[in-house]
């Protein structure tokens, strides 16, 4: 499954006293098959307590039986930044990340890529478009997001109708967050991809998420961000994406909505303002064949959809409760009605009608 160089370089990166500096110098000394060439280069670098414990982890065959087989039980699949198969749009960034872990179809790393990010808070017309727009993106790319509750969310679940969605996650796959979207994370695993660079056992921390945002726009051709406050994680990504030459985009929102401040600054500072899928399309050349959708109700989608308009975020468990109905039979409605692009998830298993 991987060569001798890559299996090295996955257990040299498992071990935690290697600092990330040398660890990215051992990418060279990895190109050598030679494990005493790797060696020389720890003595030279580590101190002597921690050469030691890296010598006994290398040498160690249970140690690297027990790293590999966890991954593969797990569905992981590392890529090196020196295999065939990681992305070379993402070798070519500032500081890429050393190792992937993926959980997925890993080819999809090879394809074009957009990035659609935005902020948790976002208003339910800003995450209905931004689900349109990410399908139909998916016509000529790989929708890239995190997996935050909103616009994250949103992003993916347009996407995931094609299975052309990449999430990158700021922890490892044992410690998805938030915890609500854990179910999604499963989802994307089974049709689209979740990488990370952090092994499976490692928890987010804040430093995590500014750090993860650079994977997402390396991975990209350009970046729309959906919805964004002045201090959104969402305009760090628009600015890693500028760095790296990247197109930015983003919706444009009233003065008086928080949740597109930064957006509208975006805009202002050369972002292209996009309104619907052309905008983003033209930018790159593309054409597009616009599709209505279906608006035809069935009863139940009709009494569903009635009960959500009554407020800006309904639970759905009311739904059921309201309708006389169990939640798994709301479930598939509610989808229905979401790719209609008449009802919106907006978090916490809140919905609401557009």
């Known amino acids: 499954m991987y060569t001798k160089d890559e299996e090295n370089f996955i257990i040299l990166s498992s071990v935690e006293e290697i600092s990330d500096a040398v660890k990215r ?88 890529c957009f990035a659609v990010v935005g902020s948790r808070k976002s208003t339910a017309n800003a995450l209905a478009l931004c689900r349109k727009i990410s399908s139909e993106l998916t016509a000529a790319f790989t929708v890239v997001s995190g997996i935050a509750d909103g616009a994250d969310t949103a992003a993916l679940s347009g996407a995931l109708l094609s299975g052309k969605a990449i999430s990158v996650t700021a922890s490892g ?47 990209s051709k350009g970046v729309l961000v959906a919805s964004a406050g002045e201090k959104s994680g969402a305009l760090i990504t628009a600015e890693c994406a500028s760095e790296y030459g990247r197109d930015v985009f983003a919706f444009p929102y009233s003065p008086h909505i928080a949740s597109g401040a930064g957006c509208n600054s975006l805009i ?20 597009l064949k616009r599709r209505g959708n279906c608006t035809e109700l069935s009863a139940l989608e009709k009494a569903v959809l009635g009960e959500i308009s009554k407020t800006d975020g309904v639970l759905l468990s009311a739904v059921a409760d309201s309708l006389g109905k169990q939640t798994y039979e709301i479930i598939p409605v509610l989808t229905a009605l979401e790719i209609k692009g008449l009802a919106v998830r907006l978090g916490g298993n809140r919905y609401g009608a557009v």
């Open 25 to 112: 110098a051992l990418v060279f000394k990895c190109a050598d098959t030679e494990r005493q060439d790797i060696e020389k280069f720890l003595i030279k670098t580590l101190s002597y307590g921690v050469y030691n414990t890296v010598k006994e982890k290398l040498s160690d065959g249970a140690y690297r039986s027990r790293i590999l087989s966890g991954l593969e039980k797990r569905g992981i699949t590392c890529v090196a930044c020196f295999s065939e198969s990681y992305p070379d749009i993402l070798r070519h960034i500032d500081r890429p990340p050393l190792l992937l872990y993926c959980k997925g179809n890993v080819s999809l790393l090879k394809t074009n």
């Open 268 to 287: 202002k500072n050369g972002a292209y303002l996009t309104e619907n899928i052309l905008d983003i399309f033209s930018a790159f050349g593309l054409d």
């Open 173 to 219: 796959f044992d410690n998805i967050y938030p915890s609500v979207n854990v179910s999604l994370a499963r989802e994307i695993s089974e049709k689209g991809l979740l990488v990370s660079e952090y092994p499976p056992h490692m928890r987010a921390s804040k430093y995590n998420f500014p750090v993860r945002n650079r994977i997402i726009a390396g991975l």
